[in-house]
């Protein structure tokens, strides 16, 4: 995989506030390479080393369903600790989107990869996937909560834009 630049914090975070993505936050955006190049940014997020940003990948998808189109390009390029990220928080964007009415359709890209069966129930299929990425990871982190917490912040500031 080419290296690609790296970016700070803020840059992810302005541009994710930039996109109305309310997770992190941000302040004035001025570099548009972000912003106008979702493989870039997805790239930039699974690869950081903040977790806060990695996981700000989870409201981007369901604020984005639109850039689902790049996950799979961008896998093949990173390297295994980020690509276990983008297709972990991919796959619970996923999920989480089935779970609610409203909520955008993302095709399932990674149950296959992650040798996951899906069901007809969305919370236990983030069950199974909070399950994987702790295998995977070699982790004993609580990816379930993570998953939630992600969806929770993205849904308040959802409620913020529209008030």
Known sequence: MRPSPAFTGDQLANALCALGVNFVRGGKYTDEHLVTQPSRLITALAQSGEARLRLSLIPLFLEHPEYAENVRPVAKRLAPPARLNLLCYYSAAVWLAKK???????????????????????????????????????????WLATYHHAEQVWRKGQAFKGS
Not at 101 to 122: N, V, Y
Not at 124 to 138: G, H, I, K, V
């Open 100 to 142: 609610s009415a409203e909520g955008p359709t993302l095709p399932d890209h990674f149950s296959q990869e992650l040798k996951l069966t899906p069901g007809d129930d969305p919370e236990e299929n983030l069950r199974a996937l909070a399950t994987r990425q702790q295998e995977l990871s070699e982790t004993f982190v609580n």
